[in-house]
């Protein structure tokens, strides 16, 4: 890999005004132990995903109405958005269901999707 | 003085069940290495009466039916990964981390005092649940060992156990048998019951301590401080490791010394990959292959060492030293099972002498680091020294493997 060779002589007169290029971690992995990505397998038009695409989940966040969420729904990983009803509670729509307990093994959020990424090319 | 511990509930098992949430409340069990014998059991498998280490696999193939039970071979980058994921999250509850093992740590919560340790506690539960999905136990109390106990006992309460005045603790230990105790193995415990001694309260209450120096030596009276919440243990930085290993059983008896070969070249490797992430050299390195011990045929345990000139990190010297050992330990005629590369006498990379007579030219730390560089991009062992083979005949069986859902794009979940 060439690499640009540095210069000798005088110091640049930009490397005081120097910073870190961007950086996508930086954005999109704003919490690494928490956060894990994911491949959409078909499209979906209810939620603007297509095949092929990359979400990023955060276990750290806890969801707001009307946020998409991974949650696991009779034992499956399924893609759902976060409602809170009259009464308080929360619910996985579109499938109606209640927001339950990891442990007592009922239905329950995995995590919160961040970020959706596509690509254009592979 | 207060100090927490905290430890991830059958780890393995939980790992796997954060990806496959249908195992929930099933019992599960985690395969050695090659799918030889039980190593981890989930609460579920052991109410059921797996537990037994290293229980041959297929004397358990009966229960596994009738019970149901979830089968897993060994996914060691996903609990590597998961481990680290624990880790760094309890960083944030305490200035202090010491990582014991890769399912468990000590976190130093002095000054912590005037906060509710109980709510503390079920806090670090409840977020490391959340956000790993691994259930974990926590200990709190005044010292290393009192916070192993405390933490055991946490198993029986919800996750969190704290005790911290002296009749709690006091109340805990005279129901805790001596042989239970952090850092009393079986020979000492028997020492203790000699003595009467049979619950860790007794061990602690015993006025003799010459006579438990004697018998348990140091280690046995620092136990003894620690229960009447005396720190003698501290916290204790990790150090960048000592020596670097990589040892595997094979996947059936090999006899050929072109597979060994192969094998040797492929841990050497790995062990070449670790020194150079961790910015060191070695200056020696063992290598040993023995036959199966458990088959009642000839046994040879072969094993022999090699000292570099100066240190090095470069694959294709390691490879060629593990091979010159090889060649010196290897008799033909042998079913061999397992082997192994050992890297010694392990330095900083800036701490490395060169030898001023010595001075190696054929160093290739330039190559490795490109080869580094490339299998971090690509995969791993994209590039390889052609040494490690194509074919690995004598490689593990891993029937039941789950995908490295966190280190491998083409592995991650789909949705």
Same mark, same amino acid.
């Given at each position: ?74 034992? $499956? ?9 009259? /009464? ?35 | ?12 098992? &939980? ?14 069990? %985690?395969? &050695? ?27 358990? $193939? ?20 998961? !481990?680290?994921? =624990?880790?760094?999250?309890? #960083? ?6 010491? =990582?014991?093992? %890769? ?52 198993? #029986?309460?919800?996750?969190? @156990? ?30 203790? /019951? ?15 301590? /010459? ?8 280690? +046995?009276?620092?136990?003894?401080? $620690?229960?009447?919440? %005396?720190?003698?243990?501290?916290? $204790? ?51 040993? =292959? ?13 094993? +022999? ?17 593990? @091979? ?14 397992? +082997? ?9 990379? /800036? ?16 190559? !490795? ?15 390889? !020294? ?22 491998? @794009? ?6």
């Amino acid at each position: 890999m060439p690499e640009i060779q540095e210069m000798t002589g005088f110091q640049s007169p930009c490397a005081e005004y120097a910073e870190d290029r961007l950086s996508l971690d930086e954005r999109f992995l704003t919490n690494p132990p928490a956060m894990y990505p994911l491949r959409v397998s078909s499209d979906s038009k209810l939620f603007d995903l297509k095949k092929g695409d990359h979400l990023i989940i955060d276990r750290s966040l806890d969801p707001k109405p009307g946020e998409l969420v991974i949650a696991v729904i009779s034992n $499956e990983f399924k893609i759902a958005r976060f409602t809170i009803a009259q /009464n308080g509670e929360g619910y996985l729509m579109p499938f109606n269901k209640k927001v339950g307990d990891v442990e007592a093994e009922e239905d329950f959020i995995w995590g919160v999707i961040s970020s959706q990424h596509r690509k254009f090319r592979s | 003085m207060t100090i927490g511990l905290v430890d991830c509930n059958s780890f393995y098992c &939980s790992c796997e069940r954060v990806f496959k949430p249908e195992t929930r409340g099933r019992p599960i069990i %985690v395969l &050695s290495n090659n799918d030889g014998c039980a190593i981890a059991f989930s609460r579920e498998a052991k109410a059921i009466g797996f537990g037994q280490m290293c229980e041959p696999f297929f004397e358990t $193939e009966e229960r596994i039916k009738k019970h149901k039970v979830v089968v897993f071979s060994s996914n060691y980058t996903l609990y590597d990964d998961m !481990s680290k994921r =624990v880790m760094t999250l309890l #960083k944030n509850y305490t200035p202090e981390l010491e =990582v014991y093992s %890769v399912d468990e740590a000590f976190l130093s919560l002095d000054g912590y005092d005037h906060f509710d340790l109980v709510e503390y506690g079920k806090k670090i539960r409840k977020d490391i649940l959340k956000i790993t999905g691994i259930p974990v136990g926590v200990g709190i109390s005044k010292t290393k060992v009192l916070s192993k106990i405390a933490n055991k006992l946490s198993k #029986k309460s919800k996750g969190v @156990w704290v005790m911290n005045t002296d009749k709690e603790i006091d109340e805990a230990l005279k129901n805790y048998p001596v042989r239970d105790i952090w850092g009393i193995g079986s020979a000492s415990a028997r020492k203790l /019951n000699l003595l009467g001694i049979t619950t860790a309260y007794e061990f602690k209450m015993y006025k003799n301590e /010459n006579l438990i120096q004697k018998m348990l030596t140091k280690t +046995g009276r620092e136990v003894q401080e $620690e229960l009447r919440g %005396v720190r003698c243990l501290e916290m $204790e930085e990790v150090e960048a490791k000592v020596n670097i290993a990589n040892t595997r059983s094979f996947g059936k008896d090999t006899y050929s010394k072109r597979e060994l070969q192969e094998a040797i070249a492929t841990f050497a490797t790995k062990c070449a990959e670790k020194l150079r992430y961790q910015d060191s050299v070695c200056y020696g390195l063992s290598v040993f =292959v023995h036959t199966n011990a458990f088959k009642e045929i000839e046994q040879y345990y072969g094993s +022999g060492s090699f000292v570099f000139g100066s240190g090095t990190s470069d694959t294709i010297k390691i490879i060629k030293a593990a @091979w010159h050992v090889l060649d010196q330990i290897y008799r033909p005629g042998f079913g061999y099972k397992k +082997g192994g590369v050992i890297l010694n006498h392990i330095v900083s990379k /800036n701490e490395n002498q060169l030898n001023l007579f010595n001075q190696d030219p054929s160093d290739n730390e330039k190559l !490795s680091n490109v080869i580094d560089l490339i299998n971090n991009r690509y995969g791993p062992r994209t590039i390889k !020294s052609a040494a490690c083979g194509i074919n690995h005949a004598w490689k593990l069986r891993a029937d039941y493997i789950t995908k490295r859902y966190t280190t491998n @794009w083409n592995e991650i979940l789909t949705v």
